[in-house]
């Protein structure tokens, strides 16, 4: 019963600094998503995956890079950590983007010094 | 104008009450419809999907009004465990991911 699974949950970083969001699912879903939260903001999506092999920016793509070479995993890449970037980070996957709905993992509370 | 949008609230409701909220929608073509829940630093959890023919679960009901393009949400016999943030999500027509609207948030009081 793992479904979508994050790590890590609780991150410090240093203005500047790189780091990779981790982001697995086993339901074989073929669409994943990145998106971040903030107060007052809502959900925005950073990016997404209809499938292995193809990505797509979302609302808020700057300052973030993706790859999805397996199924299963959908790791998000912060190239230069900017305190803009302080979010809590959630990942989610569907069956059929855009029509079945999306199942999230549990989340990441990054925070940028 | 947002696509999708909600009251924030808070909806502050006795426990045993009924209360129900809107979201409305800004693209007349999409298809699917969705209220999740949220609780407080949790990830956003699957309540229900919403059907053009209204769709019941338990204490809790969804509609669908495509004339005036939005979902409601309406909980009945209102529990202290109901106290969350409701998310309206609706998908975009031609595309192939899903909006969020910001959440409604509710609290019931003893």
């Known amino acids: 019963n793992a479904g979508v699974t994050q790590t890590p949950k609780f991150q410090v970083l240093k203005t500047g600094q790189s780091m990779t969001l981790q982001c697995a699912q086993d339901m074989n879903h073929n669409s994943m998503y990145w998106y971040r939260q903030d107060p007052g903001m809502g959900l925005r999506l950073i990016y997404y995956s209809a499938s292995e092999g193809t990505t797509d920016k979302g609302e808020v793509p700057n300052g973030y890079n993706v790859s999805r070479s397996t199924t299963e995993d959908f790791p998000l890449r912060l190239l230069s950590a900017a305190p803009s970037q302080t979010s809590v980070y959630f990942c989610?996957?569907?069956?059929?983007?855009?029509?079945?709905?999306?199942?999230f993992g549990d989340g990441t509370r990054l925070s940028i010094l | 104008r947002k696509e999708v949008e909600q009251d924030p609230g808070p909806f502050n409701v006795p426990e045993g009450a009924t209360v129900a909220f809107n979201c409305t929608y800004s693209n007349s073509a999409s298809q699917s419809f969705f209220w999740y829940r949220q609780d407080c630093r949790k990830e956003p959890k699957l309540l229900m999907s919403v059907y053009s023919s209204g769709n019941e679960d338990g204490r809790f009901t969804a509609q669908l009004n495509r004339a005036s393009q939005y979902i409601s949400l309406l909980i009945r016999d209102s529990k202290l465990s109901d106290s969350a943030t409701y998310l309206c999500v609706v998908n975009e027509a031609a595309g192939n991911k899903l909006t969020f609207g910001g959440g409604t948030r509710v609290l019931v009081k003893p």
């Open positions: 989610a996957s569907s069956d059929i983007s855009g029509i079945q709905p999306q199942h």
